[in-house]
């Protein structure tokens, strides 16, 4: 079956940078286009970022934009999320998915397989 595993979490203070890493294993990763979201505590799940499946074209949450990047190295079966410039509100636990299509998607319901999350926690 597809499992996905996230690494890279922690505590980091705010101005910090972390990279997040997403392990896909279980199918062919170079087919799915892959996301990173967030459910900060006592909120929904939001969108972060998604990559399609050629790393041809990025998208960001409004929120993020400028200080986060998406990457994928496909001989790694990894998906990446630099995080720079890190704020208290990015205080959250981070999700990658992941699904096969030729399309973006923004919607958590919209993707096949999770994560099972890593906790980012920025300090001020």
């Known amino acids: 079956q597809v499992q996905l595993v996230e690494s890279g979490g922690g505590l980091v203070q705010a101005g910090g940078s972390l990279r997040l890493s997403c392990v896909v294993s279980?199918?062919?990763?170079?087919?799915?286009?892959m996301g990173w979201f967030r459910q900060p505590p006592g909120k929904e799940r939001e969108f972060v970022a998604v990559i399609t499946w050629s790393g041809s074209a990025t998208k960001y949450g409004d929120s993020v934009k400028g200080r986060f990047t998406i990457s994928r190295d496909d001989a790694k079966d990894t998906v990446y999320l630099q995080m720079n410039s890190l704020k208290p509100e990015d205080t959250a636990v981070y999700y990658c998915?992941?699904?096969?299509?030729?399309?973006?998607?923004?919607?958590?319901?919209?993707?096949?397989?999770w994560g099972q999350g890593t906790q980012v926690t920025v300090s001020s």
């Open positions: 998915a992941g699904r096969r299509s030729v399309s973006i998607y923004y919607a958590p319901g919209d993707y096949e397989y």
């Open positions: 279980g199918d062919t990763f170079s087919t799915y286009m």
